[in-house]
T-cell receptor, first 113, second 116 residues
């Protein structure tokens, strides 16, 4: 079964700092990759996704993620965070062959103004 | 206004009672999913359905049951057999890219169930 690892569950940083959240998965075949975000009191929503093509994917609100197949990774980055980026971030993986997602445990990010 | 609705937002039940959580979508999506979210655990898949009248167990199906009689509805019943039912329950839907690959899942606002 596929599994997804997210490290550093709690991240606290100041506004304008750079953010990088790691995501590693344990499936050797073709995968589709997602980052979801859950702002306080809001629905879980898609931040960005990778299916094929350019491994550097740009999403909403200035976020980007890079798929590195050799490292089984799909790390999320933002060069300069804002207070409004305070949220919980989830990495999810869809292994080709089943149409379900496996989620990581999430990163709780708090941005201090 | 398209989307996924879950009701109620908060639900309280006594131990030993079955309870059914509602999930409705008007996105015309074929696939629907139920997840459980616990602090520090991420989202864990309970059940999913790719098409009407068909559903599969997820990773933590024990103590839960579902039905999919209509495309737009996928209710989840938390039975008395579920040992630790207090949690936040999320429903999602998607258009499967095909039988083997899922596309973006869209989530409802969730129902927070507390069993007393």
């Amino acid at each position: 079964a596929q599994s997804v690892s997210q490290h550093n569950h709690h991240v606290i940083l100041s506004e304008a700092a750079s953010l990088e959240l790691g995501c590693n998965y344990s499936y050797g075949g073709t995968v589709n990759l997602f980052w979801y975000v859950q702002y306080p009191g809001q629905h879980l929503q898609l931040l960005l996704k990778y299916f094929s093509g350019d491994p550097l994917v740009k999403g909403i609100k200035g976020f980007e993620a890079e798929f590195i197949k050799s490292k089984f990774s799909f790390n999320l980055r933002k060069p300069s965070v804002q207070w409004s980026d305070t949220a919980e971030y989830f990495c999810a993986v869809n292994a080709y062959g089943n149409n379900r997602l496996a989620f990581g445990k999430g990163n709780q990010v708090v941005v201090i103004p | 206004d398209g989307g996924i609705t879950q009701s109620p937002k908060y639900l309280f039940r006594k131990e030993g009672q079955n309870v059914t959580l509602s999930c409705e979508q008007n996105l015309n999506h074929d696939a629907m999913y139920w997840y459980r979210q616990d602090p520090g655990q991420g989202l864990r898949l309970i059940y999913y359905s790719q098409i009407v009248n068909d559903f599969q167990k997820g990773d933590i199906a024990e103590g839960y049951s579902v039905s999919r009689e209509k495309k737009e509805s996928f209710p989840l019943t938390v039975t008395s057999a579920q040992k630790n039912p207090t949690a936040f329950y999320l429903c999602a839907s998607s258009i499967p890219r095909d039988r083997e690959v899922t596309d973006t899942q869209y989530f409802g606002p969730g129902t927070r169930l507390t069993v007393l």
